[in-house]
């Protein structure tokens, strides 16, 4: 966690760990990882297309983006006791 927001932001490990929320913290590590997914994508799909059949070429586009679909997760469920676990003991390392 710590290692994401320094390095992107150049935040230090006190003020990460004072201004950001568990609950922030899932929802930037998700929009991270699919900020890197298409990153990759647009990399992948600019150095391959001159060199690619197109059936090939449509069937890596379709895996990414059916990744991307499976990592979005619509039938998962949240824990919220452990959601409520953390929030006190991140509560509780900074009284």
Known sequence: MIHSYSSRYGWSKDYILENVSLDEHFIYQELFEKEQRNKY????????????????????????????????????????????????????NFM
């Open 41 to 92: 994508l647009m990399e992948s799909y600019i150095h391959m297309l001159p060199h690619i059949e197109d059936k090939a070429r449509k069937d890596f586009i379709s895996n990414l983006t059916d990744e991307e679909k499976q990592f979005i997760g619509k039938n998962t469920k949240t824990d919220f006791e452990a959601l409520k676990r953390a929030k006190e003991m991140q509560k509780n």
